[in-house]
């Protein structure tokens, strides 16, 4: 690894700084932390999130990671860690309101989509104006994807979809779906899936929030009674579906190890620890507690560290494979340390949420304590996260 940067990857980096903390602040006001602030109702939540991704995509941020050819940045690599880190520190959405488009959809369809489809969908993900969510679990089909049995069949130009979805992220918002079914009941359970593209607004499709924990409706049930999909938006081959979705499951993955800002949360918790009392003492003098923000600060550093690592590895021309699967397990478990020890910080004011008289920092830490557990199952479960990385990374035997 070479941590230096050069004199032109420090100016994109200061231009990027003062971008960024002049638009937030226009956009996002006084919140310090967009994506955990939830003082406005979810309207106009996600009214800020599109005038953010407006922006981004008018200055020529929103999709650095793209080539040139497909309206991207095509920026270099070292460019896109400065801009993850930049974009992080601010506690901003790395992929602006079109994240499954921008991180994951996007890229499969470069790799795996034909011209037209390419033609079609990529330019409007980079403006926002078609919102993007991805159908993959169904209520008997979790960890064990492949076990789908959302059906598509063939008729005339058209496939027609029934069954039903769960967890759907966004469907409530977005416009087009990225839709796994089952179009081969008698083939191997692998080999009889097909990855469509769907217009959410096809009649038939009935979209139902699920209210969360945190008291958030961000995921859906989605239902398909006879909806008709057009076949040229079968993406790969008639069942070789299962392909593609790993595909998307890839680039998924990476994401998600490098999406979540926990080294801005762990320098929150220390904060915390400064205002708060531990045991009769103030917190940050506590060793118990001073261990822990150690151990937390470390394994922030560590996981920055392997991400820089994976990056090198990229810039000597490997591709991301399983271990994309430590990032986002790190990751994810780190953050829902983190929460947790700011719930054992704040003892019985844990309980107190936004609005409550008395509470903390405005409830932000029981509202992460909540949601932090949802991110550890999200695109993979931690177990499941644990058996790739034993079983193609460690080459250990299948448990
Ligand atoms: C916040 C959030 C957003 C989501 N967004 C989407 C979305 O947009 N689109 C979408 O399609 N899905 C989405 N999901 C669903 C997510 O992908 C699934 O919840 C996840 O894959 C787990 O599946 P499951 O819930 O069916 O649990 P199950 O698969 O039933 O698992 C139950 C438990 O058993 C464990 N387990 C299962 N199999 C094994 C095994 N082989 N070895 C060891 N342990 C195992 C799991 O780790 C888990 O603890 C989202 C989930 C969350 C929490």
Redesign the pocket.
């Known amino acids: 690894m070479d941590f230096r940067y050069t004199p032109e990857q420090e100016a994109f980096r200061t231009r990027l700084r003062e971008w960024l903390e002049h638009n937030k602040a226009e956009v996002f006001g006084e919140s310090t932390d967009p994506l955990a602030d939830r003082d406005e109702d979810s309207d106009t939540r996600w009214q800020k999130m599109l005038e953010w991704h407006r922006r981004l995509y008018e200055v020529g941020y929103v999709a650095l990671h793209w080539s040139k050819e497909w309206g991207g940045g095509g920026a270099s690599l070292v460019e896109q860690a400065i801009y993850q880190d930049e974009v992080l520190r601010l506690g901003l959405p790395l992929y602006g309101a079109n994240q ?1 488009a921008l991180d994951r959809i996007g890229p499969t369809l470069m790799f795996l989509g034909t011209d037209e489809q390419r033609r079609r969908y990529l330019p409007k993900m980079l403006t926002g104006e078609e919102i993007w ?5 169904e209520p008997g ?5 492949a076990g789908l049995q959302t059906r598509a069949v063939i008729d005339g130009d058209d496939f027609v979809v029934n069954g039903q ?1 769960v ?4 469907a409530q918002r977005a416009h087009m779906q990225v839709l796994l079914v089952r179009t081969d009941a008698n083939a191997p359970k692998h080999r009889g899936i097909s990855y469509l593209l769907v217009d959410m607004h096809t009649p038939g499709i009935t979209v139902r929030p699920l209210v969360q924990i945190t008291g958030e409706a ?2 859906n049930e989605v239902f398909y009674d006879n909806v008709r999909v057009p076949r040229k938006n079968l993406v790969g081959e008639l069942n070789q579906g299962w392909q593609v979705s790993i595909a998307t499951l890839m680039y998924e993955r990476v994401s998600g190890g490098t999406r979540h800002p926990v080294e801005r949360t762990i320098n929150e918790l220390v904060a915390l620890a400064r205002d708060v009392e531990f045991a009769g003492m103030p917190a940050a003098q506590h060793p118990y507690v001073r261990q822990k923000l150690a151990q937390f600060a470390s394994e922030g550093l560590c996981l920055r560290l392997s991400r820089y690592r994976s990056l090198t590895a990229q810039l000597n021309g490997r591709v991301p494979g399983p271990e994309s699967s430590y990032g986002k397990l790190h990751a994810t478990e780190l953050n829902l340390r983190v929460a947790m020890f700011a719930d054992e910080l704040l003892g019985p004011y844990a309980q107190l949420e936004r609005g409550s008289v008395g509470t903390v920092e405005n409830g932000r830490w029981p509202y992460r304590v909540l949601r932090a557990r ?2 550890t ?8 996260q644990h ?1 790739i990385i034993g079983e193609r990374v460690l080459k250990l035997p299948k ?1």
């Open positions: 499954l969510c991805q159908g993959y679990s089909a979790g960890s064990d994807l979805k967890w759907t992220s966004l961000d995921f949802g991110l199952i999200a695109a993979g479960s931690s177990e499941i058996n448990g």
